[in-house]
C-alpha cells in the first residue's frame, strides 16, 4: 500500500496545499484590513472570497519580464527552488491519529523535525539563483542581506526545536504530537517564545521585514520578476507562513490531538484550528509593529535569541535527566524561569545607537 | 531489479554528471549550482542505504550552509560572467585525475569489507546517537576535538573582518 | 590584512515611495553607513513667485494653496497676513477667530498625516496611519462643509475670510474636539513606549541647537531640539495674544523626540480650539470680512511678515509698486529651510535611518520647490 500512501501525499500536496495558501492570503488580506480599521477586499465575490483567485488570473496574464543580461536559466529556476521546500513541508505534519479511515496514511517520518529543518535551509540558494538571475546590484544586495538573516535565526529555531525533541525523546512528529499529555507551549514558555520569534524572522514578516520594506532602497531579491514568477516567490511565503504555524502547532501546541483530550476526536480539524490561531498571532504581530533596522536585527538574534535558547536547551537537558518524561508540574518551574530570563536579559540588552564616526 | 538498485544508479549518475559539470562548464555560477545538485545526489544516496539521519544533516549542511557560503563567494568575485580561465594544464590533469580513478577504483574493488552485509537498524538515528557516546567506544573526544576546531575557525572570521579601530 | 572597501554612491529618488513627493537624494555609503549626502531638488518647481507676478493679489492666493499643499489655509494665512499689514487693514475680531480655528485644525490634521507617514516609514505598515487618517477624515469633512474642499481650500481672502462659518459647523467642531483627546490618547497607548519605535528613533538623527538655529531651522524640528521658538509668541500675529496654550519642547534633537513634540502639538492645539470656539460663539454672526475691495493696491513698500505653520516659519516677503500686483513675492518655504539640516542630522547613520530622519522633518515638496 505504499503506492497508495504516495499517490495520496502527492495529491494532497500538490492540490490542497495551494487552495490552503490561497485561503490563508485572503484571511491575512481582510484580517489585516480590520485591524486597520478598513475592511479589506470585499468586492470580488462575497466577503472577498474570490479576490486571491482574481489575483492569480491576473498573474497569469501578466507579461513575463526576464532581464536581458541576466542568467535566463538560473532566471527561470530559481522560484521553483523557492517554492518546492514550502510545499515539502507539509509531507510529514500528521494530521491524524494512525488507525481507523486513514491507517497507513498519516505520516511518521523518524527524523520529521530534522527533515523540516533540513529542507527549509534549501530555499536560501533559490534566493540566491534569483538575486543572480536578475543582473541587478540592489537584488544582491538584498539576497545577501535576506541570507544573513535566515541563516542567523536558523539557530534559536533549530535550538528550541531541540528542546521540544530533548522533552519528547523523539524526532519524529508523530511521535512528538504523543508525548505532550500536556502541550509543550505550557512546557517550554520559553522554547515557544524563541521559536515564534525565530519563526517571524525565517518567514521575513513584520518586525523582520525589511526585503519587503518600500522604504528601505534595496527592493527585494524579487524586484525583476514579474507575473506567474513572482506569484511563485509570493505563494512561497505565505506557504512556509502556514508551514511554520502548522509545524508550531504540531510541536507546541498539541497537533491534532483535543484540549484535555475532550471534545470531538478529528484530529485533522483540531489541527486546522491551532494553525488558524498561530497564524492569527503572526498577523496580529504584522499589523502591530513597526520594523526593526538590520544591524539590530542581527543583533538581536545573536545577543539575545541564542543565549538564551542555550540556556533553554541546558535547562531542558538537565530537566529530561533528572525526571525523563517531563512531568506535569515542570510547567511552574519553567514558566518561572522564562519570566526572569526574558526580563531581566531584555533589561540587560538594549537596540539602538549605532552611529559611527564620519 | 529492485527499486533500491535503480535508485542508487539512478542518483550515482546524476552524481557522477553533476560532478562533472562543476569542473567542465565555464559559468562559475552554474557550475556552483551544479555542486549543489551533486550533494543532493549524495544525500539521496545515504538515504538509499538506510540513514536518513546522514541524509538530512547532508542537506542541513552541505545544501544549506556550505553550498550558500560557495554561492556566496561566486557572486563576490567580480568578472565572473567571463567564464573560467583556460588552463594549459588540463591535459595532464585530467590524466591524472583518470589514473587517480583507476587506482581508487581498483583497490575499492579488490579488499574485502567486514560487515558488508549488515543491517541498518531502525531507527537510525537512536543506533548512532549510542555509538557516538558509548562511554567505552564512543567518539566523544573527536567531537570535542571537532567543536574546538570549529571554535577557533570562528573566532579566527571574527577577527579577521572585525573593524580595525 | 584589511579587506578593501570602497564607499559607493547611490540615488535615491525622485519617484520613491518614501521620500514624500519627487525628491531625489545622492547618498554616499561605506558599506551601509552614509559618509555623505547631497539633496537634489527642483522636480516640483512651477514658479509661483513669477507667477505671482502676473496676477492680482486675490488671484494669487489660489497658487499659494498648492504650496504646502497639506496645510493649505497656513499658506492662505501667511498671504494674506503679509498684504494685510502691507496695506495696513484691520481684521473684525470674527475674522481672526475664525482664522485661528481653521488654522489650528490645520494643524491637528498636518500632524495626525506627519506622525502617520512617520509611522509608516518605519514599517508599522500602515496601521498607525490609518488610524490617525480616520481622525482626518472627520477633520475634511469639517473642511468640506465649511469651504466645499477637502484639501486646497483657497478659503482666506485679504481683510478676512471668503465666506462665514455654516450653522452645523461649529456643533460638529464641538463634537470633534471633545472627542479628540481622547484619540490621541489612544495612539500614544500603542506608540510612545513601543520598543522597537524607541530602538528605531531614540537618539537618532540628532540635531543640535547651535545647529538647527545656525541653519534657521524652525517649527516642531527647532523645538525637538530645546528652542522654545514659536512664532505664535515670539513674533505674535492675530489674536494669539489673547490665547493660553504651551510651547512644548523636546529634549535632544533626535528622532523621537520630533515624533512626540508633535503629539504634543495636537494636544496644545485642541486646546486652543476649545478656546476659540468659546470665543467665536460670542461674537455676531455675518462679521467675516474687512472691507476691502478685491483689487485691492497696497501703497508703495515692502513687508516680510511670517506665521507659525505647521512645519515652521513660513513667511511672505511682498514688494509692491502700487499696482495691482505684487512686484515681488517672495515665499519663504519652511520645508525647504528644515531640508538643509538633514546632511548633518544623518551622517554616520545608516540607510534605513535616513528614511526615518527624513519623515521625521516633515517635509512637502511643494513648498521646499514651490
Given amino acids: ?358 | 531489479m529492485d527499486l533500491q538498485a535503480v535508485a542508487f544508479y539512478v542518483l550515482a549518475a546524476m552524481l557522477v554528471v553533476s560532478a562533472l559539470a562543476v569542473v567542465l562548464i565555464p559559468n562559475v555560477f552554474r557550475a556552483g549550482l551544479f555542486l549543489v545538485l551533486a550533494f543532493f545526489a549524495v544525500a539521496g544516496l545515504f538515504i538509499t542505504l538506510g540513514a536518513d539521519f546522514l541524509g538530512a544533516v547532508q542537506i542541513l549542511v552541505y545544501v544549506g550552509a556550505i553550498g550558500v557560503l560557495l554561492l556566496l563567494a561566486i557572486m563576490l568575485t567580480r568578472d565572473v560572467h567571463h567564464g573560467s580561465p583556460g588552463n594549459r594544464l588540463w591535459l595532464p590533469a585530467s590524466v591524472l585525475g583518470a589514473l587517480l580513478l583507476g587506482a581508487v577504483s581498483w583497490s575499492l574493488l579488490n579488499t574485502t569489507w567486514a560487515d558488508k552485509a549488515a543491517e541498518m537498524p531502525v531507527p537510525a538515528t537512536a543506533a548512532l546517537g549510542a555509538s557516538v557516546f558509548d562511554l567505552q567506544n564512543g567518539f566523544i573526544l573527536p567531537l570535542e576535538i571537532g567543536a574546538l576546531a570549529l571554535l577557533a575557525v570562528v573566532i579566527g572570521a571574527i577577527v579577521l573582518v572585525g573593524e580595525k579601530k | 590584512m584589511a579587506i578593501r572597501t570602497q564607499p559607493v554612491s547611490i540615488n535615491i529618488g525622485p519617484q520613491h515611495p518614501s521620500t514624500h513627493g519627487v525628491f531625489r537624494l545622492r547618498v554616499t555609503f561605506d558599506g551601509e553607513v552614509i559618509i555623505g549626502l547631497e539633496p537634489i531638488f527642483g522636480y516640483l518647481h512651477r514658479g509661483k513667485e513669477k507667477l505671482a507676478e502676473a496676477r492680482t493679489y486675490t488671484q494669487f492666493i489660489p497658487i499659494t494653496d498648492r504650496a504646502d499643499y497639506l496645510a493649505s489655509m497656513s499658506n492662505n494665512w501667511g498671504y494674506c497676513l503679509a498684504v494685510e499689514r502691507l496695506a495696513g487693514i484691520e481684521l473684525p475680531e470674527r475674522a481672526e477667530y475664525i482664522r485661528v480655528l481653521v488654522g489650528e485644525m490645520m494643524r491637528i490634521s498636518n500632524h495626525l498625516m506627519a506622525v502617520g507617514f512617520f509611522l509608516n516609514d518605519c514599517g508599522a505598515f500602515f496601521t498607525p496611519l490609518l488610524y490617525m487618517y480616520r481622525e482626518r477624515e472627520k477633520l475634511l469633512d469639517l473642511f468640506d462643509m465649511l469651504c466645499g474642499q477637502r484639501l486646497n481650500y483657497n478659503y482666506m481672502r485679504i481683510g478676512g475670510v471668503s465666506q462665514d462659518l455654516p450653522v452645523e459647523f461649529l456643533p460638529a467642531l464641538k463634537k470633534f474636539v471633545q472627542e479628540m483627546p481622547g484619540y490621541i490618547d489612544e495612539y500614544e497607548q500603542l506608540l510612545t513606549t513601543n520598543e522597537i519605535l524607541l530602538a528605531r528613533s531614540k537618539g537618532v538623527g540628532v540635531l543640535s541647537p547651535e545647529q538647527a538655529v545656525n541653519a534657521s531651522v524652525s517649527g516642531p524640528v527647532l523645538r525637538a531640539c530645546g528652542v522654545e521658538w514659536d512664532i505664535r509668541r515670539a513674533d505674535p500675529y492675530s489674536i494669539y495674544p489673547q490665547l493660553e496654550f504651551d510651547i512644548p519642547t523636546g529634549i535632544q534633537g533626535d528622532t523621537y523626540d520630533r515624533f512626540y513634540l508633535r503629539i504634543q502639538e495636537m494636544r496644545q492645539s485642541v486646546r486652543i480650539l476649545q478656546q476659540a470656539i468659546t470665543g467665536i460663539e460670542q461674537l455676531p454672526h455675518g462679521v467675516y470680512r474687512a472691507h476691502v475691495l478685491s483689487l485691492v493696491r497696497p501703497p508703495k513698500g515692502e513687508v516680510y511678515s511670517r506665521i507659525e505653520s505647521p512645519k515652521g516659519e513660513l513667511g511672505y516677503y511682498i514688494v509692491s509698486d502700487g499696482g495691482v500686483s505684487p512686484w515681488r513675492c517672495r515665499m519663504r518655504g519652511p520645508s525647504q529651510l528644515n531640508l538643509t539640516a538633514l546632511r548633518d542630522m544623518v551622517l554616520g547613520w545608516k540607510l534605513a535611518d535616513l528614511i526615518i530622519i527624513l519623515g521625521s522633518i516633515d517635509i512637502v515638496m511643494g513648498e521646499v520647490d514651490r
Fill in chain 1, 1 to 358: 500500500m505504499d503506492w497508495l500512501h504516495w499517490l495520496f501525499y502527492v495529491g494532497v500536496i500538490l492540490g490542497a496545499v495551494p487552495v490552503m495558501v490561497m485561503a490563508f492570503i485572503w484571511l491575512e488580506r481582510r484580517g489585516l484590513g480590520r485591524l486597520q480599521l478598513r475592511p479589506g477586499p470585499n468586492r470580488a465575490g462575497p466577503f472577498g472570497i474570490l479576490q486571491p483567485v482574481a489575483d492569480a488570473i491576473k498573474v497569469l496574464t501578466k507579461e513575463d519580464i526576464v532581464p536581458v543580461a541576466g542568467d535566463h536559466w538560473v532566471h527561470f529556476v530559481a522560484p521553483l527552488v523557492v517554492f518546492a521546500p514550502a510545499m515539502l513541508v507539509f509531507t510529514v505534519i500528521p494530521f491524524q491519529e494512525d488507525g481507523g479511515l486513514v491507517r497507513g496514511l498519516v505520516p511518521d517520518l523518524n527524523i520529521g523535525i530534522l527533515y523540516i529543518v533540513a529542507v527549509s535551509s534549501i530555499s536560501t540558494i533559490g534566493v540566491f539563483m534569483a538575486a543572480w538571475g536578475s543582473n541587478n546590484k540592489y537584488s544582491l544586495i538584498s539576497a545577501f542581506r535576506s541570507m544573513a538573516q535566515v541563516v542567523s535565526y536558523e539557530i534559536p529555531l533549530a535550538l528550541a526545536i531541540l528542546g521540544v525533541v530533548l522533552a519528547a525523546g523523539t524526532m519524529s512528529l508523530t511521535g512528538i504530537v504523543q508525548a505532550q499529555a500536556v502541550p509543550f507551549i505550557v512546557m517550554q514558555p520559553l522554547g515557544f517564545i524563541i521559536f515564534f520569534i525565530a519563526a517571524t524572522a525565517e518567514l521575513n514578516r513584520t518586525p523582520f521585514d525589511l526585503m519587503e520594506a518600500e522604504s528601505e532602497m534595496v527592493a527585494g531579491y524579487h524586484i525583476e520578476y514579474s507575473g506567474m514568477k513572482f506569484a511563485l516567490f509570493y505563494l512561497a511565503e505565505y506557504a512556509y507562513t502556514v508551514g511554520i504555524s502548522a509545524i508550531a502547532a504540531t510541536l507546541f501546541l498539541g497537533g491534532w490531538k483535543a484540549p484535555w483530550g475532550v471534545g470531538p476526536q478529528v484530529g485533522v480539524l483540531w489541527l486546522v484550528v491551532k494553525i488558524l490561531l498561530v497564524f492569527m498571532v503572526i498577523l496580529w504581530i504584522r499589523g502591530t509593529f513597526p520594523r526593526v533596522r538590520v544591524d539590530q536585527l542581527m543583533g538581536f538574534a545573536w545577543k539575545f535569541l541564542f543565549p538564551l535558547s542555550l540556556i533553554n536547551i541546558f535547562i531542558i537537558a538537565a530537566e529530561s535527566l533528572a525526571w525523563p518524561g517531563l512531568p506535569w508540574w515542570l510547567l511552574f518551574p519553567n514558566t518561572a524561569i522564562a519570566l526572569v530570563l526574558v526580563v531581566v536579559w531584555s533589561g540587560l540588552f538594549r537596540l539602538g545607537g549605532g552611529r559611527v564616526q564620519v
